[in-house]
């Protein structure tokens, strides 16, 4: 497809599990985000991607995640020992902005469905 | 650093009546504002935004905001609720790194519920 998308669309862990969620951006965009949508609340920042680069990870709650993108496309959001406060929607964008200021700002994010994941 | 605060958790409006949900935010630089849509179990659309220029944006599916800078507002209309609105709304600002290269990270609001009855 043309889109955005990301599996596993839905996650159950138990607390203590290692879990990795993956993102597959619309081919040919550089720019590529990580979100993290508790229930009832609006996506939060949690990493960004020029290409392979990753350039903020200011947004990512501990070190028990880690994101990557090795070859500029695929991205995987890894959450080592979940704990419950994890139970959330991690929500995957791209953009084609190469991430110059100015009329990179304006670049639509296309957002993925999204993963939900629950740690029991 | 940046904020979006949307007035009204849930808003509730009868079929063919005028839509108005709120999002004011804070920036200490003219920002670029968006509203996506969110149905069930689906990712976010973008419905509209602003950059510069013509302060009325007119988006998709009959939707338009007026970024007013003296307000801080950027509210979201629409003259005829449909029941296909029914749906999780939410403003966005871009970020504003005035320390080096801004790449467009997104701030939400914590998203408005739009029930529509027939």
């Known amino acids: 497809g043309a889109g955005v998308s990301q599996s596993p669309r839905y996650k159950v862990a138990k607390r203590g599990q290692d879990v990795a969620l993956r993102c597959d951006p619309i081919?040919?965009?550089?720019?590529l985000f990580w979100y993290q949508q508790a229930l009832g609340q609006g996506p939060e920042f949690l990493t960004y991607?020029?290409?392979?680069?990753?350039?903020?990870k200011s947004g990512l709650p501990s070190d028990r995640f880690f994101a990557e993108r090795p070859e500029g496309s695929v991205s995987t959001l890894k959450i080592q020992r979940t704990q419950q406060e994890d139970s959330a929607v991690y929500l995957c964008?791209?953009?084609?902005?190469?991430?110059?200021?100015?009329?990179?700002?304006?670049?639509?994010?296309?957002f993925g469905p999204g993963t939900r994941l629950t740690v029991t | 650093a940046q904020s979006v605060t949307q007035l009204g958790s849930h808003v509730s409006v009868s079929e063919g009546a005028l839509v108005l949900l709120r999002c004011n935010y804070s920036?200490?630089?003219?920002?670029?504002l968006f509203w996506y849509v969110q149905y069930p179990n689906q990712g976010l659309q973008l419905l509209l935004k602003y950059t510069t220029g013509a302060t009325l944006v007119k988006g998709i599916n009959g939707f338009e905001a007026e970024f007013k800078k003296s307000e801080t507002s950027f509210h979201l209309t629409k003259p005829s609720a449909h029941m296909s609105d029914a749906a999780e709304y939410f403003c966005a600002v871009s970020d504003d790194n005035a320390g080096g290269t801004s790449y467009g990270k997104l701030t939400f609001g914590q998203g408005t519920i739009l029930t529509v009855h027939p």
């Open positions: 081919s040919g965009h550089v720019s």
């Open positions: 991607f020029q290409n392979e680069a990753q350039l903020d």
């Open positions: 920036s200490s630089v003219p920002p670029y």
């Open positions: 964008a791209s953009s084609f902005s190469s991430g110059t200021s100015g009329a990179g700002l304006s670049y639509e994010q296309y």
